[in-house]
């Protein structure tokens, strides 16, 4: 369910009415997911924006693009069904996956007048279940996955343990193996990165 309250709707899709709130990067992106007819024949078997796309009223500029996941054992070929809506936790099991883009505001919006953080938490935890409840009080979290990133509009900075940092700017990657970490946006624009999420299990 898609949360712009900026938005038009296109048959049981809001589409963003403009970019404004997202940067360069729709709310609502156009998803293509391929499949094959009864012919066993490669086709189109879906073509619409990602169900779960959620523009956040209590984190402004925050938005949250679930665009496919898959179960562990996953198989082929493609039954027809987008598994997304379906999805309880934003974290996989392991050799799950999870394809999300997320455009980030600016950090001021926390510190902007009115800012309800008791509200955008709960937003968090009901839009990123399994998640959001692996926040700490800092935006600080880990997950038990391995994550693909990669950064397609904007820039941000990725916090580590005892105060590292790292910069990425536009068509930098990231491999995030299960580290305690947070994204930090210290520009006045948004910052849009594409992740994979692939569950992983805990050697230690």
Same mark, same amino acid.
């Given at each position: 369910m898609l949360r712009d309250p900026g938005a038009i709707q296109v048959g049981d899709i809001e589409m963003a009415s403009d970019t404004s709130i997202a940067g360069e990067i729709p709310v609502a992106l156009r998803r293509i997911v391929t499949g094959h007819d009864t012919n066993g024949t490669s086709t189109v078997a879906l073509d619409a924006p990602p169900p779960r796309s959620d523009a956040y009223r209590h984190i /402004? %500029?925050?938005? !949250?693009?679930?665009?496919?996941?898959?179960?562990? *054992?996953q198989t082929i070929p493609f039954d027809g069904?987008?598994?997304?809506?379906?999805?309880?936790?934003?974290?996989?099991?392991?050799?799950?996956?999870?394809?999300?883009?997320?455009?980030?505001?600016?950090?001021?919006?926390?510190?902007? /007048? %009115?800012?309800? !953080?008791?509200?955008?938490?709960?937003?968090?935890? *009901?839009?990123?279940?399994?998640?959001a409840e692996r926040f700490e009080a800092d935006g600080m979290h880990a997950t038990p996955?391995?994550?693909?990133?990669?950064?397609?509009?904007?820039?941000?900075?990725?916090?580590l343990d005892e105060g590292r940092t790292a910069l990425l700017r536009k068509h930098d990657v990231v491999v995030q193996n299960g580290t305690r970490h947070a994204w930090r946006n210290r520009s006045d624009r948004p910052a849009t990165l594409a992740f994979v999420l692939i569950g992983a299990r805990n050697s230690a």
């Open positions: /402004p %500029g925050l938005v !949250s693009r679930l665009v496919w996941s898959t179960e562990p *054992a069904a987008d598994p997304t809506p379906g999805v309880s936790s934003f974290v996989p099991a392991v050799s799950g996956t999870r394809f999300l883009v997320v455009t980030f505001p600016p950090d001021s919006v926390f510190c902007a /007048p %009115g800012f309800d !953080s008791q509200a955008a938490i709960a937003e968090n935890f *009901a839009i990123s279940p399994g998640l996955t391995v994550d693909y990133g990669i950064v397609l509009e904007g820039e941000i900075w990725l916090e």
